[in-house]
């Protein structure tokens, strides 16, 4: 199937990974997280993306976000990417690449893929073995999905409010699900659309994407 083209029509929740050059770490500090969520932030207020889900790792990053914009996403990690990594080369006395070239990305089809993806992000503190509970990493969207812990950077998705009536009941809901195995064939169509620059999604889904994009 055909690559994905970089334009990331507005409306559509997208997954993306910045990973660190050669697999190098790219936080080294909570210090150096904060600072990333931090332009992070403020990056998805200026260009207007939501953001739904995410979690910081050493070495690379996933967000789960849908733009408003068709130029949004592109933007956005422009923005991160030139603030990020002057604070980082200066706090460590280095120069040069940070980050593995361009982002990767991958739509994501709301119905059928979006909490399965946003499982995926949230876990992977879990699969790395870094914890054994995802409540236990402070870096990822789980504590405000499943705990209720506020965070700025915070978008909750109409998919995940639609798990209950209220806030207690979502965060219920939601542990329950994320309680529950991840399917083995999903978690590979993930990583494979993300790396691929494939959309996750149906025949459907993706003729309908490639339709906005043309």
């Known amino acids: 199937m055909p690559r994905c083209r970089r334009l990331c029509p507005a409306g559509i929740p997208v997954h993306v990974i910045q990973r660190g050059n050669n697999r190098q770490a790219i936080f080294t500090s909570d210090k150096d997280i904060a600072a990333y969520a931090n332009w992070l932030e403020k990056g998805a207020t200026k260009f207007e993306i939501r953001v739904h889900a995410w979690v910081f790792m050493t070495n690379h ?10 130029d949004a996403m592109s933007r956005l990690m422009q923005y991160v990417g030139r603030l990020y990594v002057r604070y980082f080369n200066y706090s460590y006395a280095r120069s040069g690449t940070l980050f593995e070239g361009r982002f990767r990305s991958s739509l994501v089809q709301e119905e059928e893929y979006l909490l399965t993806c946003q499982r995926y992000i949230e876990l992977n503190p879990v699969r790395a073995g870094m914890v054994t509970d995802p409540g236990d990493y402070r870096w990822s969207s789980y504590r405000a999905h499943a705990l209720g812990i506020h965070a700025r950077l915070w978008k909750a998705h109409s998919i995940y409010l639609s798990l209950g009536e209220d806030y207690q009941a979502r965060q219920e809901a939601y542990r329950d699900l994320m ?11 993930i990583r494979q659309c993300v790396n691929t620059g494939l959309d996750l999604g149906s025949e459907k889904f993706r003729a309908q994407v490639e339709g906005m994009r043309s």
């Not at 990053?61 to 068709?70: A, E, F, G, I, N």
């Not at 309680?179 to 169509?189: I, M, R, S, T, Y």
């Open 61 to 70: 990053v996933h967000l789960l976000v849908t733009p408003q914009h068709d």
């Open 179 to 189: 309680d529950g195995v991840l399917d083995q064939k999903a978690l590979v169509k």
